[in-house]
């Protein structure tokens, strides 16, 4: 815009240039007064001439702008084409990337509601209660061993005092000697009993002959159990 304001400028000056060259400096003295043809045949070439001059100017002014018009185009076109395209970019920025998870999430559990729960219990493993016969474990039968029968204990009783109510026997151990006699064969077994006797007969504490009729008591009380 700016040179073609400069453009037209020029040109008005250029007109004005031409107009000053063309107009006569008549005198006073040359003028005529007789002549009135002459005259006007003057003025009809000078409008001529203006006539022309502003055909001129208005071409040299078409093609001053048709000249400048291009490059007025030329120099915007490329700010239109360099313009970025940023509506595929955003769109391609805000895709939401959590929502399939909590969807999936809310639909597995409106799914399992009525879901039946079943729980595995583990049965407790069983002994094998059948064991063999040679088996040595603390459950099973264990071999029968001679012992004092229980349910002659009074028997027992009064026939130990008979024999300890005897002079050669201290009468301080008489009652530990029923008592241990009894404990050791009703408990651990018979064989306890005749090594209980035997010391105490070394011991001097009973005599040989009370020491075998205590044996020979215990032998006819004992049992198998």
Do not use: C
């Not at 073609?4 to 240039?17: D, G, M, N, P």
């Not at 002549?35 to 022309?52: C, G, H, M, Y």
């Not at 071999?143 to 005092?161: D, G, I, T």
């Amino acid at each position: 815009m700016k040179k073609q304001k400069e453009a037209r400028e020029k040109l008005t000056v250029s007109e004005k240039q031409i107009s000053s060259q063309i107009t006569p400096t008549v005198g006073s003295n040359q003028i005529n007064t007789a002549a009135p043809q002459q005259s006007t045949s003057k003025n009809q070439s000078r409008a001529d001439r203006l006539a022309e001059l502003r055909k001129q100017s208005q071409e040299s002014i078409k093609k001053t702008e048709s000249i400048l018009e291009p490059s007025v185009s030329a120099d915007v076109e490329p700010e239109i084409d360099t313009l970025p395209t940023v509506p595929n970019v955003v769109a391609k920025e805000i895709k939401p990337a959590t929502s399939s998870p909590v969807v999936d999430s809310e639909t597995s559990a409106q799914k399992n509601v009525f879901k039946k729960i079943t729980t595995k219990v583990t049965k407790p493993e069983r002994f094998n209660r059948r064991r063999r016969k040679h088996d040595d474990g603390h459950g099973g039968r264990q071999p029968k061993v001679k012992k004092l029968n229980r349910q002659k204990y009074n028997e027992y009783k009064y026939a130990a005092k008979d024999i300890l109510d005897d002079e050669s026997v201290a009468e301080e151990h008489r009652s530990n000697l029923l008592g241990q006699i009894w404990a050791k064969g009703e408990r651990i077994g018979v064989e306890e009993t005749y090594q209980f006797i035997n010391d105490k007969e070394e011991e001097l504490i009973i005599s040989k002959e009370i020491a075998e009729r205590l044996t020979t008591l215990v032998r006819a009380l004992t049992t198998r159990r």
